[in-house]
């Protein structure tokens, strides 16, 4: 084990290629790009391959090559970039060919600014390209978090044979922790489904997403459906902090949860019983713990970087059992650790619990 000081992108790049990534394919967006910087230096010590591809587009199709013959290949991305990688993407889900496609959010719509947002919460979990398929999603809120992650990533991803997107933001990606590098794992096996040939098969293996015959797209769909049904069994991961007592439970992920933390800390010093349930995966989502905590009669404020988007699975999963507020930045903009204080301090007054 090797502890350094790196920035989250760096710490990212690096936990990949201790996890066995040996291809990269991508393009120059802020605030991704010491993603990509840092693979070009790091490949060629490993005997990896790093490719600046032309597009987005382009970058998409070679991780679907490269995974398709069973290599551990990734690319990484922000935000419009992510949007012209969605067809790609997926085809990558209907050929079931597992890959790790890294976003390091930034505001939108459109060109939108440089600056962190969490607005693409809905491309990253509704599915984002066409059809009925999902990401596993991952969302870290530590720079650890960006070294363990991306290996888990890896590994989910060839269990399941699916895509996975880690989802950051600009913060996550731009400032500097202390982490603890894995060591290097050792040579990956060869997957016995990969498009290698034959090598004394009767006929090559055959990867694609195509169902010409309405009954062989619906075969193919309902086989999608039941692995999503085992991951959802299975995949769902979140960190609960003190929220047996409370009587409001804020609800946060990334960046954002950073920020709630050190505003619940305040506020338990001074004996409000308030706690934390922070989404690890975003899908699949905790809705689970979230119904039983409404059950018992909690309170929810959804606090993110947009104008709501992670606010409506928590609806959905409390299921009018209780209130859900909400408090947002929109894009661009961080919530501070006063903001987060006062808005919680204002709902506590308004039930009578300050």
Request: contains cysteine.
């Amino acid at each position: 084990m090797e502890r350094v000081m790196m920035k989250g992108n760096e710490a990212l790049a690096e936990g990949a290629i201790r996890a066995g990534c040996r291809f990269f394919f991508g393009y120059p967006i802020t605030p991704q790009n010491e993603v990509p910087e840092y693979m070009a230096r790091r490949m060629p010590e490993v005997n990896g391959v790093f490719l600046q591809a032309e597009s987005e587009v382009s970058a998409i199709n070679m991780v679907y090559g490269a995974g398709g013959a069973g290599a551990r290949a990734m690319t990484s991305s922000s935000s419009p970039g992510i949007s012209l990688k969605q067809e790609g993407i997926s085809y990558i889900a209907g050929a079931e060919v597992p890959c790790v496609i890294v976003n390091v959010s930034r505001g939108g719509p459109g060109l939108g600014g440089l600056t962190p947002s969490q607005s693409d919460y809905f491309q990253a979990t509704k599915g984002g390209g066409h059809g009925d398929y999902h990401l596993i999603v991952f969302a870290p809120g530590t720079g650890q978090e960006m070294v363990d992650l991306i290996g888990l990533a890896f590994d989910k991803a060839e269990e399941y044979r699916n895509p996975t997107m880690i989802l950051s933001d600009a913060i996550m990606g731009q400032m500097m922790e202390p982490v603890v590098l894995p060591e290097m794992r050792p040579e990956l096996k060869e997957k016995s489904w990969a498009t290698t040939g034959k090598k004394g098969r009767v006929k090559p293996n055959v990867i694609n997403s195509l169902g010409i015959l309405d009954k062989d797209l619906e075969l193919m769909n309902i086989k999608l459906q039941e692995k999503y049904a085992r991951i959802e069994a299975n995949e769902v991961r979140y960190e609960a902090d003190g929220t047996d007592d409370a009587d409001l439970i804020v609800v946060a992920y990334g960046t954002t949860s950073r920020v709630v933390r050190s505003a619940l800390s305040m506020l338990r010093e001074e004996g409000k019983k308030v706690g934390l349930l922070r989404p690890i995966t975003l899908w699949p989502f905790p809705k689970k713990i979230l119904g039983d905590l409404a059950a018992k009669n909690k309170r929810f404020l959804v606090v993110e970087m947009s104008s709501g988007q992670l606010v409506e699975d928590v609806i959905l999963a409390v299921n009018d059992r209780s209130k859900v507020d909400f408090y947002g930045k929109l894009n661009g903009t961080i919530p501070t650790v006063r903001e987060v204080y006062e808005e919680i301090t204002s709902l506590l007054q308004k039930e009578g619990r300050a």
